[in-house]
């Protein structure tokens, strides 16, 4: 088949790539950055650039197309929150071009953390104390406390206030309607990336991360697969209420003293998890290529726990970051706790991306402050825009476009 990998930047969208075209399918791939680490794989058989997919997104949704038609395009496989604006106007894909991403409705809810943490508590699925900002109480929550943006992703704007003139001293620059405050948990960090079909979790990886970056609570950077049939169910319980389908991703912080994963965020998309997966056992994405092909797929088995994967760049960055504040008790175990782990970007036969890669990630640790933020920088042009999605207002333009 002819697939389509758009998110080329995300080096999950690299592992697919490399992953399709060794199944035998014609891969092409997208993004709306130059500097995307999978447009330089040698896999491909194409590859062209998009315009950014939220703040252009009739553009973007209109180039998709065009690209589609020309190059006879069999799957798209959506890595990132393209898939979100995709998933918005799914309807001018039907009959065009295969492909499965969650509805959007159920993206409005998973994606914004408020709504999220609602849904969780409804299905009793064990989530930090959580308010709006704006709504804050002190006698209902205790510090120290997390405050962090409604659609926060990837660790960016989380800052953590111990008093309570400090949250005000920060109330003051923020909206109190689009902001959370939430109880403070030990970044203890389990994570999950699973694929489903029509309310059914078809497999699952669950994993943690041995270290993140930034140091304090950010992006896992060395993982490692573990079975947990708490946090397993907790995943169904989600996917079961909603009716789900497609890639779905999940976090968890452990509290040690009371033995329990609370929920704090779900991407209702593709994760770093996928390679993890793959080395454990599943392979989710001929389990993608199965399910577009034919609708529903039989579950995957188990996995096999223990196997796991780091990414070089975010690891260059996590380490000299740490030797720079002169946490060397941190570094010891380093090399060895990567010790039968694979590199999720490095590959002898596909070398260019990896150098693109760290290029890139390099590029914003430097950069990235002046442009939001590290993970804002390198996801520029990429991410959506829930606000301008609203449910209400996709629904009323499809009415008028099909009227």
């Known amino acids: 088949m002819r697939v389509l990998v758009t998110g080329a930047r995300m080096w999950y ?24 680490g999978g447009l330089y794989s040698r896999y491909l058989k194409g590859k062209f650039i998009y315009p950014p997919v939220s703040e252009k997104s009739d553009e973007f949704i ?45 993206i409005q809810v998973l994606h914004d ?31 120290p ?38 109880e403070w948990k030990t970044p203890h960090q389990i994570c999950t990336t699973g694929l489903a079909f029509n309310g059914k979790l078809k497999g699952n990886v669950i994993y943690h991360n041995i270290r993140e970056y930034p140091e304090s609570g950010g992006v896992g950077t060395c993982r490692v697969s573990m079975k947990c049939e708490k946090v397993e169910s907790y995943v169904s319980r989600i996917v079961e209420a909603l009716g789900y389908s497609g890639f779905i991703s999940m976090d968890f912080l452990y509290d040690r003293n009371e033995d329990e994963y609370y929920l704090v965020d779900v991407n209702p998309r593709m994760s770093p998890g996928l390679l993890v997966a793959h080395t454990s056992g599943i392979d989710f994405v001929r389990g993608y290529m199965d399910m577009v092909d034919g609708g529903d797929i039989k579950s995957f088995g ?28 941190n570094l010891k175990g380093f090399f060895k706790s990567r010790k039968g782990l694979k590199d999720d970007t490095w590959d002898i ?37 829930s606000e301008k999605f609203s449910v209400e207002k996709a629904e009323s333009e499809k009415n008028r476009e099909v009227g």
Not at 357 to 383: D, E
Request: aromatic share 12%; proline share 4%.
């Open 349 to 385: 036969r596909d070398p260019i991306p990896f150098f693109i890669v760290l290029f890139a990630m390099a590029y914003t640790a430097v950069f990235g402050p002046f442009m939001g933020g590290q993970t804002k920088g390198f996801s520029l042009g990429a991410t959506y825009d």
């Open 62 to 106: 209109e180039c998709l197309l065009k690209k589609i038609e020309e190059l006879k395009i069999d799957v798209l496989f959506p890595t990132f929150e393209e898939g979100f604006v995709i998933s918005r106007f799914i309807y001018r894909f039907e009959g065009r071009v295969r492909v499965i991403v969650p509805r959007h409705d159920h």
């Open 145 to 182: 406390l997390i405050v962090k943006p409604r659609d926060q992703r990837s660790a960016e704007g989380i800052v953590k206030v111990q008093t309570l003139s400090q949250l005000k001293k920060l109330s003051a620059t923020l909206d109190g309607a689009k902001t959370l405050v939430q």
């Open 302 to 329: 188990g996995i096999v726990p223990g196997r796991g994967t780091y990414t070089t760049a975010m690891e260059i960055g996590w380490y000299f970051s740490t030797l720079f504040k002169g946490k060397f008790r």
């Open 13 to 36: 969208a690299l592992n697919s790539i490399r992953l399709l075209a060794r199944q035998g399918h014609e891969v092409f791939a997208a993004d709306s950055g130059k500097v995307s």
């Open 113 to 143: 953390k408020w709504t999220m943490t609602q849904l969780a508590s409804f299905l009793s699925i064990p989530v930090p104390a959580t308010m709006l900002l704006k709504d804050f109480d002190t006698a209902r929550m205790n510090f």
